[in-house]
């Protein structure tokens, strides 16, 4: 582990390297506790200037062996060697050849970064900074250089040996038990896309032929015996290939893909080129064992490694700071796919929740940063909600001020522009000014600037002159290190509706033209008038979420019904029943601190009614709009002096109330949607499920011992995970006597695969009861639960931390206690899921007094502790907000 203190790297200094690498010739001799590592390197001067620099490469907990520059053992006084760099003082001035040997202990790789032991499974994980735990290396992604790797292993230890590329040679070691496997991948790449893979594993393979007639292998590897739960990641593969050819003009370019899914894994999956590797709870799935959720997911994540080939792999990120440049563009991608796959507005609705839920809180908290960060102590910290999703919304922002063809020609010039290369969102942009001929150059600041915009909307309408003024005011609020904010440019989706329902011509009274309905705003406060309308009509705003944007519009409770029940734009439907949902949750909140009682909203519930009656919407649509706004977004619209208690009592009296309301509606949609066939997974198929789960999940938020019944029912007879897990999630989350027998049950029937018992840790872990946070300590000693897979700790640990608020956020601050004591057990292991879980912390400044205090000494019981990891300090210290502790 890393002891040296932390070390800001800034946007502002970067430097083309000093050295760059032609060709990387790797030979792995796998070995469970001494792996040793060949590596020959192909150098040459950098374009920095005349003097030759110093030849300083990457290391992390390295033992050099021996060093040959240009086949002659260099001299002990001409480098240096520690455990995390290597240095030549005087390289030659010119090209030459460095050979290094060094010698790594695959099965001591707690931190699962470099070469490490998964199970018997040997396989790597190189982003950001893993590389360099293999061998010295100027680990940064615009040194990019063409790969071959040679990889031997005892035959029965890892009969399957994998790397980048396309095989060349393989065979066995004469008067030895061991073989090799030579790898080469063409394709000029950075050292964080380097993958190797050698175990015992089971293979799936398929064909694809791509656009232009070439034919590629297409395989998927697993733990022997699981090979028929890799049906649906084939499927996704394929689709999402075909999918990438259809809409950007991408084909596949090596001869082989393919996907490894290993069950001790940091993220969920890694873009290796031609080889991804998988953590196994994203590919394995059969109707008995994965929800319809897990299916979604699956597909998503197949999809997003996939896309990655062209927008990260061929193209790649200049340095670390430019990461949005990869992941937004193929969030941005893989949610486009998931659209076109499936129910658009679903699929947007539910990209918004999760934006708000973890981006929007994010931005509001210590650790917002934005975009495009412009410092950072800690890389592994930046794979945020905010490079990802919010960098998402920021091509989708491209696409809508552009407009669906201008969008694809600048997508075409920047893969003309950039193949092959490591390039900056600069570069990116760049594109899409030329092909359009846009100035581009104020819309840069969604990259720069952090902090949601907040957006004030007031429409007022002249019956004599005809026209609706519609006034409209941002903000951007101030963040760590940005006290002061320029404007923004946003694109503001909008629709005028009529009465009948209809949208009203939008016609602007100087002259400016509207195209798609998107008005650009771009100044602190600004004012368009609309012409030629008829009668008051009700605007809907920021439709399909045009911009990633906190609006508050003029709309009175009528407006919303009204929008509720009549807006053409599904997003805005759905919307408006959770600005009614949060207006009430919020005057509740503030009742149940004063001492009242909650107060019932008819109006909001005769609009619930209305949706579920409606019978040409769809299901999974209608369950989206019996969902209230989560317990987080209720505190971010609360924004201070936040009581996890009294939020979560007013949103269970809502679930309750509309359980109460729509009761008869509720049973007729679960009996209706009752499948008479065997389990299917597909997008239609799973929105009925889904709207019928909800329907019993609401029910049971009354409590009517029908309902209660029916769970339990449910939870016997169902022939799915899907319907299974739904119906134990709503008996396991209240208090009733059929939740033990149900619990137990799912134990003893799933005891024997991990990734189910995962489903059986997070129920419990949620539960909204006093007595969690023992059962969540007593569980860790249980004996499927294990600290040293990120999956159990994920499933169990963080879903207690981030998933409820309640019983984390408990008044005498145990929940604090329990969870920072494990990031400090976590932190000499895994500091990156360390790191991640302590970021479960981050809003601790909104709480009410009594429990910002307590949430503040716990942090600061992190801050104090020695040799934590630099992950695990930077986020104690941002989240803090106080120096002297780094
Ligand atoms: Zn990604």
């Known amino acids: 582990m890393r002891t040296e203190e932390t070390r800001p790297v800034r946007l502002e200094d970067y430097r083309p390297p000093d050295w760059l690498v032609e060709t990387v010739e790797l030979d792995v001799s796998l070995d469970p506790k001494a792996t040793r590592v060949r590596a020959a390197l192909t150098l040459r001067p950098g374009a920095n200037g005349a003097a030759p620099a110093p030849l300083v490469?990457?290391?992390?907990?390295?033992?050099?062996?021996?060093?040959?520059?240009?086949?002659?053992?260099?001299?002990?006084?001409?480098?240096?060697?520690?455990?995390?760099?290597?240095?030549?003082?005087?390289?030659?001035?010119?090209?030459?050849?460095?050979?290094?040997?060094?010698?790594?202990?695959?099965?001591?790789?707690?931190?699962?970064?470099?070469?490490?032991?998964?199970?018997?499974?040997?396989?790597?994980?190189?982003?950001?900074?893993?590389?360099?735990?293999?061998?010295?290396?100027?680990?940064?992604?615009?040194?990019?250089?063409?790969?071959?790797?040679?990889?031997?292993?005892?035959?029965?230890?890892?009969?399957?040996?994998?790397?980048?590329?396309?095989?060349?040679?393989?065979?066995?070691?004469?008067?030895?038990?061991?073989h090799f496997a030579v790898w080469h991948d063409p394709f000029r790449k950075p050292s964080y896309l380097f993958a190797l893979v050698g175990g015992t594993l089971a293979c799936v393979?398929?064909?694809?032929?791509?656009?232009?007639?070439?034919?590629?292998?297409?395989?998927?590897?697993?733990?022997?015996?699981?090979?028929?739960?890799?049906?649906?990641?084939?499927?996704?593969?394929?689709?999402?290939?075909?999918?990438?050819?259809t809409v950007f003009g991408r084909e596949y370019d090596l001869d082989i893909f393919m996907i490894v899914a290993v069950s001790d894994f940091n993220m969920g999956a890694m873009e290796n080129k031609g080889l991804n590797i998988f953590n196994d709870k994203y590919v394995l799935a059969s109707p008995e064992t994965a929800t319809d959720g897990d299916y979604d997911r699956i597909e998503a994540i197949i999809a997003h490694?996939?896309?990655?080939?062209?927008?990260?792999?061929?193209?790649?990120?200049?340095?670390?700071?430019?990461?949005?440049?990869?992941?937004?563009?193929?969030?941005?991608?893989?949610?486009?796919?998931?659209?076109?796959?499936?129910?658009?507005?679903?699929?947007?609705i539910g990209?918004?929740?999760?934006?708000?839920?973890?981006?929007?809180?994010?931005?509001?908290?210590?650790?917002?940063?934005?975009?495009?960060?412009?410092?950072?102590?800690?890389?592994?910290?930046?794979?945020?909600?905010?490079?990802?999703?919010?960098?998402?919304?920021?091509?989708?922002?491209?696409?809508?001020?552009?407009?669906?063809?201008?969008?694809?020609?600048?997508?075409?010039?920047?893969?003309?522009?950039?193949?092959?290369?490591?390039?900056?969102?600069?570069?990116?942009?760049?594109?899409?000014?030329?092909?359009?001929?846009?100035?581009?150059?104020?819309?840069?600041?969604?990259?720069?600037?952090?902090?949601?915009?907040?957006?004030?909307?007031?429409?007022?309408?002249?019956?004599?002159?005809?026209?609706?003024?519609?006034?409209?005011?941002?903000?951007?609020?101030?963040?760590?290190?940005?006290?002061?904010?320029e404007p923004m440019v946003i694109p503001l989706a909008l629709g005028l509706v009529g009465r009948d329902g209809r949208d009203l011509p939008l016609a602007l009274a100087d002259g400016r033209v509207l195209e798609r309905g998107v008005l650009t705003v771009s100044k602190p406060s600004e004012t368009f008038e609309f012409t030629d309308i008829g009668a008051a009509p009700v605007p809907s705003l920021n439709r399909g979420f045009?911009?990633?944007?906190?609006?508050?519009?003029?709309?009175?409770?009528?407006?919303?019904?009204?929008?509720?029940?009549?807006?053409?734009?599904?997003?805005?439907?759905?919307?408006?029943?959770?600005?009614?949902?949060?207006?009430?949750?919020?005057?509740?909140?503030?009742?149940?601190?004063?001492?009242?009682?909650?107060?019932?909203?008819?109006?909001?519930?005769?609009?619930?009614?209305?949706?579920?009656?409606?019978?040409?919407?769809?299901?999974?649509?209608?369950?989206?709009?019996?969902?209230?706004p989560g317990e987080a977004d209720i505190a971010r619209e609360i924004g201070r002096d936040v009581d996890p208690d009294a939020i979560f009592s007013a949103r269970a009296a809502l679930r309750a109330a509309i359980g109460e309301h729509l009761a008869g509606a509720l049973f007729d949609h679960y009996r209706r949607l009752s499948e008479a066939g065997p389990y299917r997974p597909d997008p239609a198929s799973a929105a009925r499920r889904t709207l019928r789960n909800t329907c019993l999940d609401l029910l049971v938020a009354t409590r009517r011992p029908d309902a209660v019944s029916l769970a339990a029912r449910q939870y016997q007879v169902a022939d799915n995970m899907t319907d299974r897990t739904a119906a134990l999630a709503a008996l396991s989350l209240r208090d009733v006597p059929e939740r033990a027998a149900a619990l137990d049950d799912f134990y003893a029937r799933y005891r024997d695969d991990p990734l189910i018992i995962d489903k059986w840790f997070s129920l419990q872990a949620i539960i909204p009861e006093p007595t969690t946070?023992?059962?969540?300590?007593?569980?860790?000693?249980?004996?499927?639960?294990?600290?040293?897979?990120?999956?159990?700790?994920?499933?169990?640990?963080?879903?207690?931390?981030?998933?409820?608020?309640?019983?984390?956020?408990?008044?005498?601050?145990?929940?604090?206690?329990?969870?920072?004591?494990?990031?400090?057990?976590?932190?000499?292991?895994?500091?990156?899921?360390?790191?991640?879980?302590l970021s479960a912390l981050k809003s601790w400044r909104v709480l009410e007094p009594r429990r910002r205090a307590l949430a503040q000494a716990a942090l600061r019981r992190v801050a104090a502790a020695s040799a934590l990891s630099p992950d695990v300090n930077d986020i104690v210290v941002r989240t803090l907000g106080e120096s002297g502790t780094a």
């Not at 032929?209 to 996704?236: F, N, Q, W």
């Open 546 to 628: 045009s911009a990633p944007i906190k609006l508050v519009a003029n709309l009175t409770a009528d407006d919303l019904r009204f929008l509720a029940a009549r807006d053409s734009d599904p997003f805005n439907r759905w919307q408006a029943v959770q600005t009614l949902a949060t207006r009430l949750l919020v005057d509740n909140v503030a009742a149940l601190r004063a001492g009242g009682m909650v107060r019932k909203d008819l109006g909001l519930l005769d609009a619930l009614a209305a949706i579920v009656a409606d019978g040409s919407l769809d299901p999974d649509f209608m369950a989206l709009v019996l969902t209230p």
């Open 57 to 178: 490469l990457d290391g992390d907990g390295l033992v050099l062996k021996s060093l040959v520059l240009d086949g002659a053992e260099l001299p002990a006084e001409q480098y240096v060697a520690s455990a995390d760099r290597l240095t030549i003082a005087q390289p030659p001035p010119r090209a030459f050849r460095l050979e290094i040997e060094t010698e790594i202990d695959p099965s001591a790789n707690t931190q699962l970064m470099g070469l490490y032991r998964s199970g018997r499974i040997y396989c790597t994980q190189c982003e950001a900074e893993g590389f360099r735990r293999i061998t010295y290396f100027p680990d940064r992604p615009d040194v990019m250089a063409v790969y071959t790797t040679r990889i031997e292993a005892d035959k029965t230890d890892a009969p399957v040996l994998l790397a980048n590329g396309n095989m060349t040679e393989a065979g066995d070691v004469p008067g030895t038990g061991r």
């Open 305 to 348: 490694e996939y896309f990655h080939n062209w927008t990260g792999n061929r193209i790649t990120c200049r340095d670390w700071f430019q990461l949005c440049l990869k992941e937004g563009l193929t969030v941005f991608r893989d949610q486009e796919f998931s659209a076109d796959e499936r129910s658009r507005a679903v699929e947007r």
């Open 205 to 245: 393979e398929d064909r694809f032929c791509t656009m232009s007639g070439r034919d590629v292998v297409l395989r998927i590897y697993v733990e022997p015996g699981k090979e028929d739960r890799c049906v649906h990641a084939m499927d996704s593969l394929k689709r999402a290939m075909r999918w990438d050819e």
């Open 351 to 485: 990209n918004v929740r999760g934006l708000r839920a973890h981006q929007f809180v994010e931005d509001a908290g210590p650790l917002a940063h934005p975009v495009r960060p412009a410092l950072y102590h800690e890389i592994n910290n930046f794979y945020t909600a905010t490079v990802y999703e919010k960098g998402a919304e920021v091509v989708r922002m491209l696409k809508t001020l552009l407009g669906p063809e201008k969008f694809r020609n600048g997508m075409d010039l920047y893969f003309a522009r950039h193949d092959g290369e490591a390039a900056t969102v600069e570069q990116f942009v760049q594109c899409f000014a030329d092909a359009s001929g846009t100035d581009l150059g104020q819309f840069m600041r969604w990259y720069s600037q952090a902090g949601t915009p907040e957006v004030v909307a007031a429409g007022r309408y002249d019956p004599r002159a005809k026209t609706y003024r519609l006034e409209v005011h941002q903000n951007v609020p101030p963040t760590p290190g940005q006290p002061n904010k």
């Open 773 to 837: 946070l023992d059962r969540v300590k007593a569980l860790t000693a249980h004996p499927a639960f294990s600290f040293a897979n990120p999956n159990r700790v994920r499933s169990l640990i963080s879903v207690f931390a981030m998933g409820n608020q309640k019983e984390f956020n408990r008044a005498d601050g145990l929940g604090y206690d329990f969870v920072v004591e494990t990031v400090l057990a976590l932190d000499p292991k895994n500091p990156q899921v360390a790191a991640r879980l």
